[in-house]
């Protein structure tokens, strides 16, 4: 019974000790083109990590120029309980090709899938999901869409997500109407400067991408758009004090706020190795995951007279 006694004490002290030594391993670009990029996960996931009450160690690795399998080799061990990285779209490939045997959440979307890895982006498919619900809420049947030049290359995924979901029609316009039918919508594609060069616009079902949402420049009154919605209010505190103690672009802004909901999702897993779903209201949106499946939904608004306001 004394020596059953001593087993189970030692195995206790075993397991505590390898709980408390246990750590989640980080796969940034902290150099390189990618860098700012990178740390400004990198201070989202800090600044969450630093607000909540876990205290599993976290261990940063610097993926630039670094082939992911090798890294992997050289840092995972069996005090790992997860990988949380890469953010390059190539690298999260790689990693997947690697087979990883612990879980991990990846940065970005790959073009194939692996049980143990988790994908989560800030991607245009998301963004498409979201205003598809603005324009059928807005009952639209027929949308224009006219584009800046040279940057059609970066709206390819988006109109391609989009209409795979709709059934109304989509015409690619030359110039933007003055004038639109009660059930025709205008899809602006384009930055913030060639959107405020555009000649006098409809005030009503015009939309617009994140992308032309600029710190300190206007925007046309009556234009909807999905973002992030940690910019727009102020219910996550760590994001507000992030960009506040620095001038941080609006893009590097939703890379925070993308770090932090990166944690909070690591976290659920590291409270529950086992769970299978969650729902949650993040910095980024709603998201909603379901058997290694992520999807994220921004929240919409639209620009009126007195400012922007959330779209119900």
């Given at each position: 019974m004394l020596n059953n006694k001593k087993i189970l004490i030692g195995f206790l002290l075993y397991c505590i000790f390898n709980h408390a030594q246990a750590e989640v391993l980080v796969i940034l670009p902290e150099s390189g083109p990618m860098a700012r990029a990178g740390l400004s996960v990198k201070q989202g996931f800090m600044s969450a990590y630093q607000a909540s009450e876990l205290e599993t160690p976290i261990k940063f690795v610097n993926s630039d120029k670094k082939p992911i399998a090798q890294l992997l080799k050289q840092n995972v061990n069996k005090k790992t309980q997860m990988v949380i990285g890469p953010l390059a779209r190539q690298d999260v490939d790689a990693l997947i090709k690697a087979k990883p045997k612990v879980r991990v959440l990846a940065l970005n979307d790959a073009s194939s899938q692996f049980a143990n890895v988790e994908q989560?982006?800030?991607?245009?498919?998301?963004?498409?999901?979201?205003?598809?619900?603005?324009?059928?809420?807005?009952?639209?049947?027929?949308?224009?869409v006219l584009q800046q030049k040279d940057a059609e290359i970066d709206n390819e995924l988006f109109l391609i997500s989009l209409l795979t979901q709709t059934n109304y029609?989509?015409?690619?316009?030359e110039e933007a109407p003055k004038k639109l039918n009660k059930h025709t919508g205008l899809l602006l594609l384009g930055n913030n400067a060639w959107l405020n060069k555009l000649p006098q616009l409809p005030h009503k079902n015009i939309y617009i991408l994140a992308n032309a949402v600029e710190q300190g420049q206007i925007l046309p009154v009556g234009v909807k758009f999905c973002d992030v919605p940690a910019l727009y209010g102020?219910?996550?505190?760590?994001?507000?004090?992030?960009?506040?103690?620095?001038?941080?672009?609006?893009?590097?802004?939703?890379?925070?706020?993308?770090?932090g909901d990166a944690w909070h999702i690591a976290s659920q897993y590291l409270a529950e190795p086992n769970l299978k779903s969650m729902q949650f209201q993040g910095r980024t949106g709603l998201i909603q995951v379901n058997n290694n499946q992520i999807q994220r939904i921004p929240h919409c608004y639209e620009n009126t007279k007195k400012g922007i306001r959330a779209l119900l």
């Open positions: 989560f982006s800030l991607s245009k498919q998301d963004d498409a999901v979201a205003l598809n619900q603005v324009l059928q809420n807005d009952k639209i049947k027929e949308l224009y029609h989509l015409n690619l316009i102020s219910e996550w505190p760590d994001v507000i004090q992030s960009v506040q103690a620095n001038a941080i672009p609006i893009a590097y802004q939703r890379l925070i706020a993308f770090g």
